[in-house]
């Protein structure tokens, strides 16, 4: 049934969380933990460039090493071991910050990943794929503008347009959605519901369990309950207690919460951080190798 008119608006003290506001609460649960093995990396990281630098243990080894194989084989060796280790740097500010989290806000932090890892996987193919669509207000505009609709993505143009404030637009895209199977039924009555939340219509909680009780038992209800408590956490910000809608959904995930939190939040941070550090970092360093080797291989 449509409902594209909506009830009509009523006044009460709730005021809705914005969309985007739940993974603010969850960046800031994990975000001293990163800071903490960032450091950590960092200051290991110096260290070791240091002793690389002044210590004549290593230039004695660097010198046995060239008379060994040769120079030119010996620079390209450094140059590797050199970008295996910035590799493993970068793995370890990706993955181990959220392996180290415990308690509520280690299980509440891997069920959001895993949902929110699933639909961005279905829609954009890569979990890290959402942080070039859904970063920033800036990032889904655009987005938008180069994407055309289809039915796949439509529930990704519809929370980009709840993020812009664009409630027309995103009014639109929930009724286009799909209905071809039950998770589909649901997602778009989710849609509707999370619609009228964010503008101030009641949002009918009863009527989403109803549609959750239809669709057979599978992945596919628990993708439609865990979305269900990523909602209902975002409703309880930001007095209420969050975590508890997605503590009651964690036992229908089969996964442990290391695999979750390597597969569905560590891998994508590492995508990100590929792109934009890692990548430039290793291109440098064959840059170097190739500067201080080239004399030796046009002579």
């Known amino acids: 049934m449509s409902t594209a008119e909506g009830p009509p608006l009523v006044v009460t003290d709730y005021r809705p969380a914005p969309i985007g506001a739940l993974g603010q ?9 990163q800071t903490a093995v960032l450091v950590v990396t960092v200051v290991v990281t110096l260290f070791l460039l240091l002793f690389c630098l002044t210590a004549d243990a290593f230039s004695d080894a660097v010198v046995e090493v060239g008379e ?4 030119v084989p010996a620079i390209w060796l450094f140059a590797i071991a050199a970008s295996v280790l910035f590799s493993l740097a970068v793995a370890v500010v990706a993955f181990v910050p959220p392996l180290l989290l415990r308690g509520p806000n280690r299980d ?14 279905r829609t954009l193919g890569r979990a890290s794929r959402a942080a070039q669509v859904m970063g920033t207000p800036e990032a889904a505009r655009r987005w938008l503008e180069q994407t055309q ?9 519809f929370e980009a347009f709840l993020l812009l404030g664009r409630f027309d637009e995103a009014r639109a895209e929930a009724e286009a959605m799909p209905e071809r ?10 849609a509707h519901a999370i619609l009228d939340d964010q503008t101030g219509r009641p949002f009918d909680e009863a009527r989403l369990r109803q549609a959750i009780d239809a669709i057979p038992q599978g992945m596919d209800r628990t993708e439609a309950a865990v979305s269900l408590a990523a909602t209902l956490a975002r409703r309880a910000l930001p007095d209420g207690d969050w975590r508890k809608p997605l503590l009651e959904v964690r036992g229908l995930i089969p996964e442990s919460d290391a695999v979750l939190l390597t597969r569905d939040f560590g891998l994508a941070i590492f995508e990100v951080l590929a792109r934009r550090i890692l990548v430039p970092f290793l291109v440098l360093f064959l840059l170097i190798a190739v500067v201080m080797t080239a004399p030796a291989l046009l002579g």
């Open 108 to 121: 509440a932090v891997a069920v959001h990943s895993w949902i929110g890892a699933r639909e961005v996987r």
């Open 25 to 33: 609460v969850l960046l800031k649960v994990i975000t001293p933990v």
């Open 181 to 190: 199977t039950p998770l589909e039924s649901y997602r778009r009555l989710e």
């Open 149 to 157: 609709p289809t039915d796949e993505l439509r529930p990704v143009r």
């Open 68 to 71: 060994a194989i040769g120079v």
